[in-house]
């Protein structure tokens, strides 16, 4: 028995060892085995929003940001705040969520995540976007956000993300824009109808059916031309409805047939690689106007902008049906998106450009003159006419307010000049007045003829000097040259496309 002992005692003094050994020894003035409260705040709110428990989330942030103000969690904690509200989503939802991203950007504007959350806000306007064909204020606002986002952190990783959305979002302001247009023409109001689609031009080159508002635009003055020439003349002496003087006719038909010659030379020389570049040559040889050809830089523009649009799926148009997002395949994926809005056109403007060309002048540069009147004091009163008073003289066609002289005072004499001097007058020259040309002196060389503007100078072609510049340039840089017929054809999309030609005559 008193042999066993030792070992029995051997035994329990290596168990107790091991036992101290697996002890876990907490410190927390050494800062062993412990966690920073402010940190374990966060870890336990981001769990929770990871996990879809926005409310449990919102409150240990918000518990977080007011316990510990200078923490260097606070920042994180007010974007996961805005976050909670983003994906919680609904209408509620995202409004609180665009106030609590603006109020990061007020707080951290040099922070990098102050350009995500000005995406998020941007996003949350892009994802309440409808139809062309309905409210468009989220889309506008949109693409103000996305502009600012592009604008305020242009060295953002997150800009080419923004231009892409932004060019998703004017591509369904332009439909809509569009729409409006097609629906105008189709009523005949060419004013309204122009108007809309001359800003649609100028503020969305990218639109997918860019080509087809300038061929429209086209066929509105077209139009325009057959209505104005089919009113009868006005005749001296004949009251005859809806006539036009023959002068009148002529300026507005000359007028028109600039502007829907531009729209369709637009096509060819801006959209070569679209499918109405072939209908706008017709139209122009039908006008007999001369047909542009675009330059290689033009047409590779305008292929690659064409090779990055989509087409949509069977699927997709028919569940868009029972969406009230709009479709955006078709958006471009290259080329800079218009970041400022043009002046719009208005139906107003229009018209006063068609009676301007019927007059011959510009109406726009009219305006109403407007007389000021003096703020200074009154002139003294004048003494009160007599009936018996002489009339004043007329002098130059106006009447002199100088009392006529009387019989009964003679007029003063003159004052004597000395000989050889000449009367000085009293009121200096008008530097606008007119003076005759001085005769040359004998000695003078006659001043020789003003050059001729159709002159052809030094034996050169007419044609020659007026392309050297072109020449000079295209040969500086190659994409200023003209494209050839086999470039231009095979660089077209064979797609399906709605009317041959609108109009019919």
Not at 150 to 170: G, T
Request: aromatic share 6%; with cysteine.
């Amino acid at each position: 028995m008193y042999r066993r002992f030792p070992f029995v005692v051997l035994l329990g003094v290596l168990a107790l060892c091991v036992a101290c050994t697996n002890k876990k020894v907490n410190n927390p003035l050494a800062n062993v085995g412990s966690k920073q409260p402010d940190k374990v705040l966060f870890d336990r709110a981001m769990d929770a929003l990871k996990h879809n428990r926005f409310d449990v989330a919102r409150i240990t942030l918000q518990t977080l940001i007011n316990t510990y103000p200078d923490s260097e969690f606070v920042a994180r904690a007010k974007l996961g705040v805005a976050d909670s509200w983003y994906a919680e989503g609904g209408s509620a939802g995202l409004a609180q969520a665009e106030l609590e991203y603006n109020d990061f950007k007020t707080f951290f504007p040099n922070m990098p995540e102050a350009a995500e959350a000005q995406l998020k806000i941007a996003n949350i306007h892009y994802q309440q976007m409808e139809k062309p064909d309905r409210d468009y204020t989220h889309a506008l606002r949109a693409e103000q956000e996305y502009r600012n986002l592009i604008q305020q952190f242009p060295d953002s990783k997150l800009v080419p993300q923004a231009q892409q959305r932004l060019r998703e979002v004017q591509e369904v302001l332009a439909q809509r824009e569009f729409e409006v247009g097609r629906f105008y023409f189709l009523k005949q109001s060419y004013a309204a109808s122009t108007a809309r689609l001359r800003s649609l031009v100028a503020q969305y080159p990218l639109y997918s059916k860019a080509d087809e508002a300038l061929y429209m635009l086209g066929q509105i003055k077209e139009a325009e031309i057959q209505l104005t020439r089919d009113r009868p003349v006005c005749i001296k002496g004949q009251s005859v409805a809806g006539c036009m003087p023959e002068d009148m006719k002529a300026r507005f038909v000359d007028k028109t047939t600039q502007e829907a010659t531009a729209a369709y030379s637009q096509i060819i020389t801006r959209y070569p690689a679209m499918n109405r570049a072939d209908d706008a040559k017709l139209r122009l040889e039908a006008l007999h106007q001369p047909v542009p050809r675009p330059t290689k830089a033009a047409l590779a523009q305008n292929k690659a902008e064409e090779d990055s649009r989509r087409e949509s799926t069977m699927m997709t148009k028919v569940l868009r049906n029972f969406s009230k997002h709009p479709d955006v395949a078709h958006t471009s994926r290259v080329g800079d998106p218009t970041m400022v809005d043009p002046d719009p056109v208005s139906a107003t403007t229009v018209m006063r450009e068609a009676n301007g060309a019927m007059l011959g002048r510009d109406l726009s540069k009219d305006s109403a003159s407007v007389e000021t009147v003096g703020t200074g004091a009154p002139p003294p009163d004048g003494a009160t006419p007599r009936s018996d008073a002489p009339a004043a003289p007329v002098i130059n066609g106006e009447a002199s307010s100088a009392p006529a002289a009387t019989t009964d005072t003679a007029p003063a004499p003159a004052a004597e000049q000395p000989s050889g001097t000449e009367l000085t007058p009293n009121a200096a020259p008008d530097p606008n007045e007119l003076t005759p040309n001085a005769a040359p002196a004998a000695t003078d060389k006659p001043l020789p003829a003003p050059a001729q503007i159709n002159e052809i100078q030094n034996g050169t072609q007419g044609d020659a000097a007026a392309t050297d510049g072109s020449k000079a340039d295209a040969a500086a840089d190659p994409g200023q040259q003209p494209a050839s017929d086999q470039e231009i054809s095979s660089s077209k999309h064979k797609k399906k496309k709605g009317l041959k030609k609108v109009i019919n005559y």
